[in-house]
């Protein structure tokens, strides 16, 4: 089977998303066509952003008669400015957007490199990846800080929670790096899962690395909590987090924009002395010691 792709630039995404998935559009895709960033968005959020590119997919048997005379009528209303129609042979739509991922190489010893790439070093140490739909791929600003710290500070042995894993690709880092052992926990059955498949990737045994959904009765004492989330979780969850880390132990945070670091750092300065943070482009990471 093949698939109709229609591309669309509009400010009026929200009826034409409703519209399209009326017409039978099988999956609808939207991101922003312009410069208009939305950081935090709260649970259940549908981006509105000025100008939007929308994405929709329908099977090849769909006739698109209908749907091309309702996007023209929108044209001349002023609601889509831009549209394109391609066809598209069947694929694995899950990796579509992955396609022109490349090894990463991060610090002086790690590299994060796709399941489809070939390591650029054969010698170093290579983190294979298959994100799938969670996330982490190393290409964003929050993972980098994380991972450039894993590779200078990790020395071997540490236990570590990685608290809203996405792929694994902070604790799988960890691992490979020294760590004795890593619990992942994460919200989404399906970033479990795919660290757990990215854990078998890497040869790292269920021993060395167990997965949990969150819940207010796990207890551990652990050398290092890392979590890159958000900065409003990070601080609803400071205290959890602190009866987690073992005394002298360290917290590692990013998802950070650098206008909120202060406040994350003055809800943990509760428990741990906080380092000065650390900038890439407009996000931060922080890292604190438990007293």
């Known amino acids: 089977m093949g698939w109709h792709e229609i591309q669309i630039t509009t400010n009026h995404a929200t009826q034409l998303e409703d519209t399209l998935v009326a017409f039978g559009a099988q999956a609808i895709t939207l991101r922003d066509a312009g ?17 939007t590119f929308l994405v929709a997919l329908f099977d090849d048997q769909t006739d698109l008669t209908s749907v091309t005379i309702y996007l023209q009528q929108q044209m001349k209303q002023g609601f889509v400015s831009h ?5 598209l042979q ?3 739509w899950e990796r579509r957007c992955l396609n022109d991922l490349e090894p990463l190489k991060f610090g002086n010893r790690l590299w994060i490199c796709p399941s489809w790439k070939k390591p650029v070093e054969a010698d170093a140490i290579n983190i294979i990846l298959d994100p799938g739909l969670a996330f982490g791929t190393g290409t964003h600003e929050t993972t980098a800080l994380c991972l450039e710290w894993l590779d200078e500070n990790i020395k071997g042995h540490e236990s570590i ?21 890593v619990i992942a926990i994460d919200h989404d059955q399906r970033a479990l899962d795919v660290t ?8 790292i045994s269920e021993a060395q690395l167990k997965t949990f959904l969150p819940a207010t009765h796990l207890q551990f004492s652990v050398d290092l909590v890392i979590a890159n989330i958000l900065a409003q979780p990070l601080i609803d969850l400071a205290s959890l987090f602190a009866s987690f880390v073992k005394p002298q132990g360290k917290i590692l945070l990013s998802g950070i924009l650098a206008k909120q670091a202060d406040d ?17 482009n407009e996000w931060v990471r922080l890292v604190g010691v438990r007293r």
């Not at 410069?35 to 100008?51: A, H, M, R």
């Not at 943990?268 to 890439?280: G, I, L, N, P, R």
């Open 35 to 51: 410069n208009q960033p939305i950081y935090e968005p709260p649970l259940d959020f549908t981006p509105s952003w000025k100008d």
């Open 83 to 87: 549209y394109q129609i391609e066809h």
């Open 90 to 92: 069947d694929e694995d």
């Open 161 to 181: 929670i990685d608290y809203g894993c996405g792929s694994g690709i902070l604790g799988l880092a960890a691992l490979k790096l020294g760590s004795e052992n």
């Open 196 to 203: 757990r498949s990215n854990a078998e990737l890497n040869h």
């Open 264 to 280: 994350v750092s003055e809800m943990y300065s509760q428990w741990f002395v906080m380092e000065k943070a650390t900038h890439k």
